[in-house]
């Protein structure tokens, strides 16, 4: 080989070393910063980068204890290899691992030097009380804006033995004045605890996520200074009764006991979402709700209860009796590949003229083949003369690659005019978001549902497939 003109040589070393020293520059202007200024730089790194900084050298060694983003712990990973130990990640035994991680979050706490705090985040499944007192005194002195306490047992039937029971001395929260997000999950809290503080204690608080409480069996939250726009109360099989007068709420999540709840005061919701046997309520009384269904942009349904073995609703009887949701854009459902299932999120299909966006969620990987086929719902007679008239995006979750998938998206190609893209995605609901999805779409079930995608799209070369 021959060798590179000296010339040339010369300039490459020559392009290194300005490279080197124009690094070298800008180190040294960020050195030449004040520590207030790189603290404020280090607060918007995740907190684990910023602790990694203190290697850099001696004046960085401690720059971190001033950290003032937000504090993230959480383990996903040791959570779930303790629900499913057959994902093989490699933890130890829960009790083990739960006392690393209390010594976790105390060692970083006590070590923070800041006198405020953006967020603050602890979720595992912890029993500590004490230490969990002091994780909520730290956040009321650094006056913390988001707060998210997540208890949730590795062993679901466990979740309400042994609850943390949120503080009850409502004169001690006057410095969560600064609060904006409150999320509580695996934590008993009372009613008049909940509405002490969002009218008298959190006043500029926006968001709020109540699950799995022993203790909340009743709530009421009105009055003219509430600030709510988001609200989510999820599993809270104790709860008995539910007021909301919240002129600024904006988005509302449930899934619980069917109460007799009212829309009338919340007259700026446009995004609802609704699960479990409350959600099926909702399906089933659809025209009782219609002034509170206009008015929404985006809608969220669970079917999978939804009357099952019900002979009237196997008539469908209930599909002539969907009120028109005129300003709705996105409808989510989750269900299964039913038929009958699958001809009521058709009837609300038809009931949204302004839709966007419609997102199907398989719960499981059922056995379609045990299933009617879903070609039946081309010679159902409410369906004879249907069009989708303004649907451009639809999304499939849980696609496996049976009769009534290709038959549904076949449905909806054919029906929806107007339609662009078409989202498909073999991973099933339950495990989007946790660990668990990493090791599915390594399996040969997900591969094969994938390869079975790709032959969908390549039939219909007009439409745009989205396929992860």
């Known amino acids: 080989m021959e060798s590179l003109p000296q010339s040339i040589g010369s300039t490459c070393i020559y392009k290194k070393s300005e490279r080197k020293r124009k690094m070298r520059s800008v180190g040294d202007h960020i050195n030449e910063l004040p520590d207030d200024i790189l603290v404020n730089?280090?607060?918007?790194?995740?907190?684990?980068?910023?602790?990694?900084?203190?290697?850099?050298?001696?004046?960085?060694?401690?720059?971190?204890?001033g950290f003032s983003g937000c504090l993230n712990f959480d383990d996903p990973f040791t959570m779930a290899n303790s629900k499913w130990p057959h994902l093989n990640l490699k933890s130890g035994p829960i009790n083990v691992e739960r006392h690393k991680f209390v010594s976790w979050v105390n060692q970083v706490l006590s070590s923070l030097e800041g006198h405020c705090t953006e967020e603050l985040r602890i979720c595992f499944d912890v029993?500590?009380?004490?230490?969990?007192?002091?994780?909520?005194?730290?956040?009321?002195?650094?006056?913390?804006?988001?707060?998210?306490?997540d208890f949730s047992r590795v062993v679901y039937n466990l979740r309400f033995v042994g609850q943390y029971t949120f503080p009850s001395h409502l004169d001690f929260y006057s410095s969560f004045r600064h609060l904006t997000d409150l999320s509580l999950?695996?934590?008993?809290?009372?009613?008049?605890?909940?509405?002490?503080?969002?009218?008298?204690?959190?006043?500029?608080?926006?968001?709020?996520?109540?699950?799995?409480?022993?203790?909340?069996?009743?709530?009421?939250?009105?009055?003219?200074?509430?600030?709510?726009?988001?609200?989510?109360?999820n599993k809270l099989d104790d709860l008995k009764d539910l007021q909301l007068h919240a002129p600024n709420l904006l988005s509302f999540e449930y899934s619980g006991p069917i109460l007799p709840f009212s829309f009338r005061?919340?007259?700026?919701?446009?995004?609802?979402?609704?699960?479990?046997?409350?959600?099926?309520?909702?399906?089933?009384?659809?025209?009782?709700?219609?002034?509170?269904?206009?008015?929404?942009?985006?809608?969220?349904?669970?079917?999978?209860?939804?009357?099952?073995?019900?002979?009237?609703?196997?008539?469908?009887?209930?599909?002539?009796?969907?009120?028109?949701?005129?300003?709705?854009?996105?409808?989510?459902?989750?269900?299964?590949?039913?038929?009958?299932d699958l001809i009521f999120c058709i009837a609300l299909l038809k009931a949204a003229p302004s839709l966007y966006k419609f997102s199907l969620k398989l719960v499981s990987?059922?056995?379609?083949?045990?299933?009617?086929?879903?070609?039946?719902?081309?010679?159902?007679?409410?369906?004879?003369?249907?069009?989708?008239?303004?649907?451009?995006?639809?999304?499939?979750?849980?696609?496996?690659?049976?009769?009534?998938?290709?038959?549904?998206?076949m449905y909806l190609i054919f029906s929806a005019k107007l339609l662009e893209k078409i989202i498909i995605d073999p991973c099933t609901t339950w495990r989007v978001g946790t660990p668990a999805e990493l090791i599915w779409r390594e399996t040969a079930e997900y591969q094969s549902a994938r390869r079975r995608a790709f032959e969908l799209a390549a039939k219909f070369p007009l439409w745009e497939f989205v396929i992860p």
């Open 41 to 65: 730089i280090l607060s918007r790194l995740t907190m684990k980068e910023a602790v990694r900084t203190s290697i850099i050298s001696s004046r960085w060694r401690y720059l971190w204890r």
């Open 127 to 149: 029993f500590s009380n004490h230490d969990i007192d002091n994780w909520i005194k730290f956040a009321l002195e650094r006056r913390v804006r988001r707060l998210e306490l």
């Open 185 to 233: 999950t695996t934590v008993g809290i009372t009613g008049e605890v909940l509405e002490h503080l969002l009218c008298y204690c959190c006043p500029v608080l926006e968001v709020l996520n109540v699950a799995e409480s022993s203790s909340l069996t009743s709530l009421k939250l009105s009055g003219p200074s509430l600030k709510l726009k988001h609200l989510k109360l």
């Open 265 to 340: 005061n919340v007259p700026n919701l446009v995004d609802a979402s609704f699960w479990g046997c409350f959600s099926a309520y909702i399906a089933k009384n659809l025209c009782q709700h219609s002034i509170f269904l206009v008015q929404l942009h985006t809608l969220k349904l669970d079917t999978c209860h939804l009357l099952i073995g019900d002979s009237e609703y196997r008539a469908g009887r209930y599909l002539h009796d969907i009120p028109e949701m005129c300003n709705l854009k996105h409808l989510e459902i989750i269900g299964t590949p039913k038929v009958n």
């Open 365 to 409: 990987q059922y056995d379609y083949e045990s299933y009617e086929s879903v070609k039946t719902i081309k010679d159902h007679p409410y369906l004879s003369f249907t069009e989708l008239r303004s649907i451009r995006v639809v999304e499939l979750l849980g696609f496996v690659g049976h009769t009534a998938d290709f038959e549904l998206v």
